[in-house]
């Protein structure tokens, strides 16, 4: 069963029962089978976890466990239970790497069990604000401590840092890096082979995007392991050169729509490209994510007055 068919039938089914609208005699839904969800360790007690939604990133250590975004209630729960099995000492801290229903949506899972959850300042603020719209406010765990360059702690024998290098997938997103383990998980600054979702209305930037990417693997060595939000049919586990070809990605999408803006093409004709090249392998993380949409929010951006 696909993410969407799941969390159509499981919100249907909760909306039925507390509302109390399931006409008397109505069968009861066939049991839903549990997602399939992985426990992946890198090292040093750093890993990652895999279910439906963005890529959660974990520590494991003498003291305790730290999470890295929650993706949605269903597997939130199941990672959860799995981390306090690793971790006797229980989940300390919940760090954000940006807003997106499918990196907070579990956020509530974790609520009742740590002592904060961390992110940037832009992160919550859009979190919040498209809760207000949505009107999903009271379904959401929102960052109690947000930072706007960086913010470190050290966690027993392992240093965490979050670090926002300007606008990006969205205007909030952080690197969280866990120093001595050498992981770095980006969120969805990092998309395996896979158009990404750029999110203009909560400020992301195609050109700083770029950017970032380069300063990030700048900081890296050759041993360092990337975490990637979304991975579509590969690993989210990467490496230096992933990181760079991604950016290459990125620098081509922007162009095709730099070309178009300055030769007069609309945004239509740029979005029948048939591929950018050298990424033909590319796909869409879900249906609405695919190349046109890609191509026309790079329209967008450089079409945009300086
Ligand atoms: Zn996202």
Redesign the pocket.
């Known amino acids: 069963m696909n993410r969407r068919h799941f969390v159509a039938t499981s919100t249907a089914a909760a909306a039925g029962v507390v509302l109390g609208r399931l006409p008397l005699g109505a069968q009861a839904p066939a049991a839903q089978a549990p997602p399939i969800t992985t426990f992946n360790e890198i090292r040093r007690g750093v890993g990652y976890f895999t279910g439906q939604g963005?890529t959660i990133g974990y520590l494991v250590n003498a003291d305790g466990a730290v999470a890295v975004d929650s993706q949605f209630m269903n597997t939130a729960e199941l990672c959860v239970a799995g981390l306090k099995q690793l971790a006797p000492k229980g989940i300390a801290m919940l760090l954000n790497?940006?807003?997106?229903g499918?990196?907070t949506g579990g956020n509530m899972a974790f609520k009742p069990l740590v002592k904060r959850i961390v992110a940037h300042a832009n992160c919550a603020k859009w979190q919040r604000t498209v809760a207000e719209q949505a009107n999903t406010l009271a379904q959401q765990a929102i960052a109690d401590v947000t930072y706007t360059d960086s913010w470190t702690e050290s966690f027993g024998n392992e240093r965490i840092e979050m670090r926002h290098y300007g606008p990006g997938?969205?205007s909030g997103d952080s690197v969280v890096t866990f120093q001595q383990a050498n992981v770095i998980h980006l969120?969805?600054l990092m998309f395996n082979h896979a158009h990404?979702?750029i999110?203009r209305a909560a400020g992301a930037r195609i050109d700083n995007w770029i950017v970032l990417l380069e300063r990030v693997a700048k900081t890296a060595s050759a041993d360092t392991v990337f975490i990637a939000?979304?991975a579509m049919n590969q690993t989210p586990r990467m490496e230096r050169a992933g990181v760079l070809a991604f950016r290459d990605y990125l620098t081509a999408l922007l162009e095709a729509g730099r070309r178009a803006v300055a030769s007069g093409q609309s945004k239509e004709e740029l979005q029948k490209l048939p591929a950018l090249k050298g990424f033909e392998d590319y796909v869409g993380p879900n249906p609405r994510i695919n190349l046109p949409f890609v191509l026309g929010l790079s329209f967008d951006e450089a079409s945009e007055k300086k």
């Open positions: 963005g790497t940006h807003h997106h499918d990196h997938h969205t969120g969805d990404p979702n999110d939000g979304h």
